[in-house]
């Protein structure tokens, strides 16, 4: 454990005499073995509370660890711990635990490139839609894409080498084999020079997006396969992109120079 880590706690707390499920969020500090103090910064309940468990929570906090003398990686970590002891403030209020963090738990590397947020007017051209198989020729994605989306019908909230957060309709956001469910998106880019083909990607649903959408629900896709163009075949070639797009993120380091200054905060499950 890393003493001024930024954590994220769901546990369960006395508020107003009932037992609550609720979200907190604050900094490590006095860390001593598996035993640390989390000084909370934010705390809401959670909607719905689901089951109360009193004094047991579900932890995570990222950190970045050098592995080389020339790289670092971002790791999230994963895991329960039990409240020890709650700090209150004169007011009432929670304003720390005191926590013991369980022997076990999980560590997954994160997502360390940037989301771009996006504009329709980015778009030459954008469409996603539900793919129930893998197109596997020419004639299959041609038959799959037919007339490729207008800028605007289809509303991309965020773009990353790694995968993109849009607006899509209630029954393709959710399809009855949700499970297993692949989508087909393509992007042409505006600032892409007109010569050059879309992106084409075989996506996975990884989860809900944050976006605010005006009809539908917003999505998160991760990239799983890409078109690759260069191999001239009747048979299509993809190509593994789940650690990221090389030729997405090329272009997108036009739309970060001239556009951004920085990126938008990072959600705390990665995509």
């Not at 089951?51 to 790791?75: M, P, S, V």
């Not at 992007?187 to 989860?207: E, N, R, T």
């Not at 896709?221 to 075949?233: K, M, T, V, Y």
Request: aromatic letters at 8%.
């Amino acid at each position: 454990m890393n003493s001024g880590a930024n954590i994220h706690v769901e546990c369960c707390l006395p508020l107003g005499g009932t037992l609550s499920r609720v979200a907190v969020e604050g900094q490590l500090r006095e860390v001593n073995g598996r035993e640390a103090q989390l000084d909370v910064r934010t705390m809401r309940i959670m909607a719905p509370p689901g089951k109360a468990e009193d004094e047991n929570c579900n932890f995570y906090f990222g950190i970045r660890r050098q592995i080389t003398d020339k790289a670092t990686a971002h790791l999230g970590f994963y895991g329960k711990a039990h409240i020890s002891s709650t700090v209150m403030g004169q007011g009432g209020e929670v304003n720390a635990l005191r926590l013991r963090f369980s022997r076990n738990f999980s560590v997954r590397p994160l997502r360390s490139c940037q989301r771009i947020p996006w504009r329709d007017e980015y778009s030459r051209a954008a469409s996603v839609q539900l793919a129930t198989e893998r197109p596997a020729t020419c004639a299959d994605l041609r038959g799959m894409l037919g007339a490729w989306h207008a800028p605007g019908l289809t509303h991309i909230i965020d773009v990353s080498e790694g995968g993109a957060c849009l607006c899509m309709p209630e029954e393709e956001a959710s399809p009855a084999f949700a499970s297993d469910a692949s989508y087909l998106f393509l992007l042409l880019p505006h600032m892409q020079p007109p010569d050059l083909p879309p992106f084409v990607f075989l996506a996975k649903k990884a989860g809900m997006g944050k976006g605010v959408c005006p009809q539908g629900t917003a999505v998160r896709l991760r990239f799983q396969e890409e078109l690759d163009w260069s191999a001239r075949r009747s048979r299509l070639r993809w190509v593994n992109v789940k650690s990221g797009s090389p030729r997405l993120r090329q272009c997108l380091q036009l739309y970060s120079k001239h556009f951004f200054t920085k990126a938008p905060s990072e959600e705390k499950n990665h995509a």
